[in-house]
């Protein structure tokens, strides 16, 4: 009975990691599509401040601290799951590879787009919606910070870590969708 709920236990862990495997690379496939985006009017800040209470309790088990910093954001057209995605994905990334007895911050404020030369001749970009994500975590060395975002790829680390290599890709991708 130990050896066969240990197994069945180890067999339940493989079937979630495949699942999930199998959810990312679907999602992929459809991001490849040229599907136009489905987009709404979402308030930033009250996206970030319902991901931080969904992650509480994962926060609170793991010893650590989530710290939101935000300003009064405008609304941003964008599909309100995709943007829940892409900063899930930096929260999860942040908790399991931050220090445990380092808070989590994420910044949210705007900054003026008007100084930077891709935006020149354009009247349209005067802010942009900035978002960050940082942890204390040990920092990326540049070999590793190229391959950050190629898929299945994966930081070398001590500690067990789960994922399936393919969130900051899935991220990315959505963040060049919608420009």
Not at 96 to 108: F, L, W
Not at 142 to 163: A, C, H, I, M, W
Request: hydrophobic fraction near 40%.
């Amino acid at each position: 009975p130990v050896a066969q709920t240990k197994f069945l236990n180890l067999m339940a862990e493989q079937t979630n990691h495949m699942t999930e495997l199998v959810q990312n690379l679907l999602k992929l496939a459809r991001m490849q599509q040229d599907k136009p985006l489905q987009s709404e009017p979402v308030l930033v800040g009250e996206l970030l401040t319902g991901l931080v209470n969904d992650f509480h309790l994962r926060a609170q088990k793991a010893g650590k601290k989530i710290v939101l910093e935000k300003e009064n954001l405008p609304r941003l057209m964008a599909g309100r799951a995709d943007l829940y995605h892409i900063f899930q994905n930096l929260l999860d990334n942040a908790l399991k590879y931050g220090q445990e007895d380092k808070p989590i911050t994420i910044r949210a404020f705007l900054k003026d787009s008007s100084n930077h030369q891709e935006n020149v001749g354009l009247t349209d970009k005067k802010e942009w919606i900035m978002v960050s994500v940082h942890n204390f975590g040990k920092a990326l060395t540049p070999e590793e910070q190229e391959k950050l975002f190629d898929r299945f790829y994966r930081v070398n680390s001590t500690q067990k870590v789960e994922g399936t290599g393919l969130g900051l890709s899935i991220a990315q991708q959505l963040v060049q969708k919608y420009d």
